[in-house]
């Protein structure tokens, strides 16, 4: 370890004093001074010196040094005190990382002011990859990763497990293609209702293929027999196949009474 001169450095009186209350807020008078006292050991003042700087016995800066040499951490502490706790227990005593949700964002607290993920929840990769592996690290339980990502538990447990296996492209969408198919526009659609019309009240085949078939010859349109499917089932289509021939018929029995007449 390199050695320190102190007498090369530049110390600021106004950041001291404010260190020293936030630190005094979390671990309490005695710990600062006992911490004091081994850092001015460390770099190389005699013990008179650190007696008087902090305002301590020569015979206490003395044992300290001996104590916290022997026995660590544990003997910044008062031991003599009845709520003793180990300050090595105390330091691992972290708060709980939470997952929350706020407005389009999932928000993960990471127990400390200022320390927060925030994800969009539009990326649902990222979200899934984020909370999968941490999940993975034991910092989260598959219930938050579960609530957060909207999926069941058993579920998340069959990505994150996917996720350590395989690693995250195997978190992508392998419908992504399929997806793009279903992007057609209102003038395909015009097109498919108007052929599946036709169809349904001549007494056609309205099944998705026979209407790609159809659409590709009759107007050069390329559209899969899934996605042709996927939009008849989107527009309800599919359940008036039948109705809709009796219903045409139907009109026309009214119309031909009423001209009769």
């Known amino acids: 370890m390199r050695i320190t001169n102190c007498q090369d450095l530049s110390f600021s009186g106004k950041l001291s004093r404010e260190r020293i209350d936030r ?34 016995p020569a015979e206490t800066v003395k044992s300290t040094i001996r104590t916290i040499i022997n026995d660590g951490l544990s003997a910044l502490q008062d031991r003599r005190r009845r709520q003793y706790q180990p300050l090595a227990t105390i330091c691992h005593q972290l708060p709980p990382i939470a997952v929350r949700q706020q407005e389009q964002f999932i928000i993960i607290d990471l127990g400390a002011p200022d320390r927060q993920l925030k994800i969009d929840k539009q990326d649902t990769l990222q979200s899934k990859i984020v909370l999968l592996t941490m999940l993975n690290s034991g910092l989260l339980t598959s219930k938050q990763v579960a609530e957060a990502i909207g999926l069941t538990r058993p579920r998340t447990m069959t990505l994150a497990r996917q996720l350590m296996q395989k690693g995250a492209l195997s978190l992508v969408d392998q419908r992504k293609g399929q997806k793009q198919d279903y992007r057609v526009s209102p003038q395909i659609k015009a097109e498919l209702i108007q052929q599946f019309a036709v169809d349904a009240i001549t007494g056609g085949a309205t099944s998705g293929l026979s209407i790609s078939d159809q659409l590709k010859e009759r107007c050069q349109i390329t559209i899969s027999p899934r996605t042709v499917r996927h939009h008849l089932d989107k527009l309800g289509l599919s359940k008036i196949k039948r109705s809709l021939p009796e219903l045409v018929t139907a009109v026309k029995k009214t119309s031909k009474a009423g001209a009769s007449e």
């Open 23 to 56: 630190a005094l807020e979390a671990l309490g008078a005695n710990v600062i001074r006992r911490l004091l006292c081994f850092a001015l050991y460390l770099l190389g003042l005699n013990r008179q010196n650190i007696a008087k700087t902090l305002d301590m």
